[in-house]
Structures are given as C-alpha cells and as structure tokens.
C-alpha cells in the first residue's frame, strides 16, 4: 500500500460528497489553484450549486474558486480523478465505495474526510476501504479539529492528516496547504479514527448535559471522563496516546462538545429540550455523524471487552428510549472507584 516513488500530480481531485464538508474541502483545494471536481448525490442541488457558483444550502455566501467544477455524471468525474476524496456520511460509505470501484484505475489514491465506523460491524473505516478497492490504493483520512463553515471561510484551521504512505500524505497535505490551513501528519490511522469518531458522540453528551442546565462542571467531567474512555479503547485496538491527545483526539473533542456550530452538540441540545429523538433530529434538520458512530463504538468496544459508560448512555437515549436527565444522572452518579494518584517523594 506504501510507496517510495515521487507521487503524482493529485489535480483534478474528485470530491464526492457536495454537503458542508465536501464543499468546504473541495473551496480549500480550489483555492491553491488545483483543478477540482464535485459531485454529489442530488442533481437538483448540483445544478442550484453549478448555477449560483455557491452551496447556498450548507456554505452560504463563499463563492466558488474558478478552477472547482460540478459534474452531476459520477463516472465522468471519477474517470477525470487523480485522486478521489471521500465526505460521505458513514451509513452512505460503503455504498460510495462500491460506486468509486465501477470507474477508477486501480492505483488511484483515495482519503476520506468521512467520521464513524462501518454501519452494523463496527470495522475501522480503512479496513472497509481495503475490503472493498484492495490494496493497491494509497489511502489517507483527513481530520480536525475543524468546521466546515470556517474552513470555507478561509479562517485559521488546522488539520490532521492520517496515512500509512509517507508519499501520499505529504502530496496530500500540500495539496491543502495554505497561510490559513496548516496540515500535519502522522500513520496512527487508528487513533486518528478512533478520535473522529468517539468525539461525536461524546458531543451529544456534552450538549445533553448543558441543555438540561447542569453547567460547565458537568461538561468539564463528560469531556474529561469521555478522553478517559477513548484513550481506553485506543488503547486496546494498538494506537498512539499522543493521537488522542492531539489535535485528532482531544482538539476536536474539545471543539465539538463546546460549540454549537456542532451538529453533533445541537442534537444533544435538542434532546434535552424535546425529550424525543424524532423530533431532536428534525430540529438539527441535518445528518449527525455521532448517531451512527454510537451504536458501532459501543459495539466495537464490547467487542473487546472496553467498558464506555458515557457512550453506552449516549445509545440508551438514542435508542433505547430512556430519560435524557436520568440517563446523564446516571454518569455523574455512577458508584466511587479510586484513581491512581501519582505522588512524589519530597526532596531532602
């Protein structure tokens, strides 16, 4: 999957996916000059795109770099790829991926800026790329902490690079690269996952929590015990602590918990208010990743025997119908353990 040689020109890339994310990456590539084509599913909101020169629906007023295209036709844009760059939601992932196989060569690189788990077995979203395309791909995934609106806006971001090829991930971080957007790398595709992933769910927590009113304590506790249960699982499935400290891990934690630009923090918000998720999700009005990433991180972890009570909480409201309040009650009252206490000797 690695490589050693000089890696290839990445222009035109092919961003499928025309939602916030896709479009806010695809403005960020164009605006370095290189040639980039978006697709997405909806040929209606293509044509509106194509027309206006903006996604009025999801990156209102940032107008379009000339040299970013809209193809509606998935196998003309993909038969133009250089590279192919990936912002589906999850649930939409593998079928994406299967579309992808039908049109590129068989060597085309490939990242995904998408967050989660595989729907319904919990698989890293890597190891579903490999199962899908093979081996012979260079792969990567693009991660924060960063909003898609603010990346549009060309405002300061820093970005996470992960990819086990050298090559691949430093074409793909110039190819980012800007005074405003700064990109580091690293091979811990793992933690990077990980981090992407249990971040959204931990942010419907927060958001749950401070919709209720229980106040910055408590949401200090949720994140803090939230990094806790993520190093834990991390910990288990072989990645680095320093990922989950790191911007992929703790800085995009802590972004999506506090802010509300967070589709993931106004779920929670909504619950609080609603008590229904029917009608929390109609409020949002948009997809939350942390939805779906709850139920496929609970399974991974019993898969391996990691207890996640804020995540298992998380799944009881979502699915199981319990009680908002009771459900973060429960967390905050769960039964006293003791905690390793690292003391120093005095010095004589």
């Not at 629906?57 to 809209?70: M, T």
């Not at 790829?81 to 068989?106: M, T």
């Not at 595709?189 to 942010?203: D, P, R, T």
């Not at 990691?306 to 699915?319: H, S, T």
Request: glycine residues 8%; contains cysteine.
């Amino acid at each position: 999957m690695a490589s050693n040689a000089p890696f290839p020109n990445l222009s035109p890339t092919v961003v499928l996916g025309a939602g916030a994310w896709g479009t806010a990456l695809a403005i960020a590539i164009a605006r370095n000059n290189h040639d980039v084509i978006l697709w997405g599913r909806d040929p209606k909101q293509l044509a509106l795109i194509a027309k206006d020169r903006e996604n009025g629906r999801y990156i209102a007023g940032v107008a379009f770099p000339d040299s970013l295209r809209i193809e509606a036709n998935l196998g003309k844009a993909l038969h133009q790829a250089k590279h192919v760059l990936i912002s589906v939601p999850s649930l939409a992932f593998v079928d994406c991926l299967s579309q992808v196989k039908q049109h590129i060569a068989a060597t085309t690189p490939i990242s995904w800026a998408t967050k989660g788990l595989t729907p319904e077995t919990g698989c890293f979203l890597h190891d579903t790329v490999l199962e899908i395309l093979g081996d012979d791909h260079p792969l990567a995934i693009i991660s924060g902490p960063s909003f898609a609106a603010e990346v549009a806006q060309d405002l300061p971001t820093a970005f996470t690079i992960a990819s086990l090829d050298p090559v691949f991930a430093t074409g793909l971080a110039g190819l980012l690269h800007r005074p405003t957007l700064r990109v580091y790398t690293t091979h811990d595709i793992i933690g990077v996952q990980i981090g992407g992933s249990i971040k959204n769910v931990l942010a419907i927590a927060a958001g749950i929590s401070d919709g209720l009113g229980f106040g910055a304590n408590a949401r200090a506790a949720l994140i803090t015990r939230g990094l806790a249960e993520s190093l834990h699982l991390s910990q288990k499935l072989g990645a680095q602590t320093d990922t989950l400290i790191g911007l992929a891990g703790l800085g995009d934690l802590i972004l999506t918990c506090t802010d509300d630009q967070s589709r993931n923090r106004q779920l929670g918000l909504a619950l609080a208010s609603t008590n229904s998720v029917d009608a929390a999700i109609a409020q949002v009005g948009k997809t939350v990743e942390g939805m779906h990433a709850a139920r496929e991180v609970l399974l991974r972890a019993k898969q391996i025997n990691v207890e996640m009570p804020i995540v298992e909480q998380v799944c009881n409201i979502l699915f199981e119908g319990h009680n908002p309040r009771e459900a973060v009650q429960a967390l905050l009252c769960r039964e006293q353990k003791n905690t390793e206490i690292v003391r120093t000797e005095p010095s004589n």
